[in-house]
């Protein structure tokens, strides 16, 4: 094994677990895009997303305990389970150069959608989706992306937004929902054949990295102007997004 090829997952897989502590989500869609460039299976980058996700999870989540929506997490939980056996179809069913360019389209909408969200708070004076069964479709598709491609946390970022949670509420409910959803969607790569020893192997090489990724982001989130570097860093996730959907021959 390539002594190159594992600093390159290392290096992903801890930018992704910066990006999660800082900011509360997102460690896969950063890592993904940057481990699909890597000569390694794509179900091994699920699988070892998954198992990195939920550690940052584990790491983050109690400083957020008391703020957290327990109604919408219950819901949340209970619908992302049912969504998690479809994500998995659709790994295993989908040729690969499908779901990378699914991705890569997904990376370029969500980017696009985080940057202009402000605007669209704005524009927003009150909460959307007050019934409590809007819940329950966010919930599913996050069970879907979550078991497919690890991305369980972006349609909660959705409907935090449309409910316009408080930022304490955001936090601690989305941190939450990723120990809960992280803990079955590894169960169901487990249980669909995602786990590989490759996959073990650079989760062990990785976790130093993840610790260390995980106590700088706790550091910088309450240090540094937030907004402006996510800002620059969803410009990015555009950038990775394209490179993912149009692809060098």
Do not use: C
């Amino acid at each position: 094994m390539e002594i190159t090829l594992i600093l390159l997952i290392v290096a992903a897989v801890s930018v992704g677990a910066l990006m999660k502590s800082v900011f509360g989500f997102g460690e896969a869609i950063v890592s993904m895009p940057l481990l699909a460039l890597l000569p390694i299976p794509l179900q091994t980058s699920v699988s070892l997303i998954g198992l990195a996700g939920l550690t940052v999870a584990l790491l983050t989540v109690f400083s957020g305990w008391r703020h957290i929506e327990r109604p919408v997490l219950i819901r949340l939980a209970v619908s992302t389970v049912i969504g998690i056996p479809a994500g998995l179809a659709l790994l295993h069913l989908a040729p690969a150069i499908v779901i990378t360019t699914g991705l890569g389209i997904f990376l370029i909408a969500f980017g696009g959608y985080s940057l202009f969200k402000k605007n669209l708070s704005r524009a927003i004076q009150r909460p959307l989706l007050n019934n409590p069964g809007w819940v329950l479709p966010f919930g599913f598709a996050s069970g879907v992306l979550g078991s497919a491609y690890n991305f369980n946390g972006v349609p909660v970022v959705v409907y935090g937004t449309l409910r316009r949670w408080n930022p304490d509420r955001f936090r601690g409910t989305l941190q939450a929902h990723f120990l809960i959803s992280g803990v079955f969607v590894v169960i169901g790569h487990a249980l669909g054949g995602l786990w590989t020893s490759d996959a073990f192997l650079y989760y062990a090489y990785s976790l130093p990295a993840i610790l260390a990724a995980t106590a700088l982001g706790v550091f910088l989130n309450k240090r540094i102007p937030a907004h402006n570097f996510e800002r620059y860093l969803f410009v990015v996730i555009i950038l990775l997004g394209m490179v993912l959907v149009f692809p060098k021959s």
